[in-house]
């Protein structure tokens, strides 16, 4: 299993632009979800998800959408890109029943 | 409030033992979790109890849970450089298993000198 990738690993973003953060699992999880890591903080909950159609949202979740179509996939997507984004954006999902949370290795975004 | 609180820093030399404390803040939440990060990558699950415990011991890991005082704590026996990393500590708000709402602490830094 390649567990939880992302890409790209690295973008550099001109303010107003769009980008979609990609967000694939292998594991057939149901439960999956967007954080933020700003420097020296940590992770704050963007987006999640309970399964294939159904998305909701955390604790941080303007300026960012989200959708489920499968249960493989969980892009993030970014309209229109402000400073305040610049951050490192990590994927992630769980099993049903599961207690561990499966990391992806992380998107270093800067919005200049 | 609202945060899980932990120290910024901890230097240790190898050998050593570390210990990483956390304060949270939901008495009902039912797992907390030690996840490390090393540079570049994303978190690692290093171990979780269930808040019924009052610790738990996995090889040199040993977590310390006070519920009344909602603390956690890790301590790393016999600290390696390659230990050297941020370790965050995070609780589950959520009702169920398999989905978690977890916040995370800001993090301890863990600095292990030759």
């Known amino acids: 299993n390649a567990g939880v990738t992302q890409t790209p690993k690295f973008r550099i973003l001109k303010i107003g632009q769009s980008m979609t953060l990609q967000c694939a699992q292998d594991?057939?999880?149901?439960?999956m979800y967007w954080y933020r890591q700003d420097p020296g903080m940590g992770l704050k909950l963007i987006y999640y998800?309970?399964?294939?159609?159904?998305?909701d949202k955390g604790e941080v979740p303007n300026g960012y959408n989200v959708s489920r179509s499968t249960t493989e996939d969980f892009p993030l997507r970014l309209e229109l890109a402000a400073p305040s984004q610049t951050s490192v954006y990590f994927c992630a999902s769980t099993g049903t029943g599961g207690n561990e949370q499966f990391f992806g290795p992380g998107t270093r975004l800067t919005v200049l | 409030g609202e945060d899980v609180e932990q120290s910024l820093f901890l230097s240790v030399r190898e050998g050593d033992s570390s210990v990483i404390n956390c304060t949270y803040t939901d008495s009902s939440s039912t797992y907390l979790y030690w996840y490390k990060q090393e540079p570049g990558a994303g978190l690692q699950l290093l171990t979780y109890?269930?808040?019924?415990?009052d610790m738990k011991q996995d090889q040199r890991l040993t977590v310390l849970l006070n519920k009344k005082d909602k603390h956690l704590s890790l301590r790393i026996a016999d600290t390696q450089t390659g230990d050297s990393a941020i370790y965050f500590c995070?609780?589950?708000?959520?009702?169920?298993?398999?989905?978690?709402?977890?916040?995370f602490g800001t993090g301890t830094r863990l600095l292990v000198s030759p």
């Open positions: 109890i269930f808040s019924n415990m």
């Open positions: 594991m057939n999880h149901n439960y």
């Open positions: 995070a609780e589950n708000r959520g009702m169920n298993t398999g989905f978690q709402k977890l916040v």
């Open positions: 998800s309970v399964g294939a159609g159904i998305t």
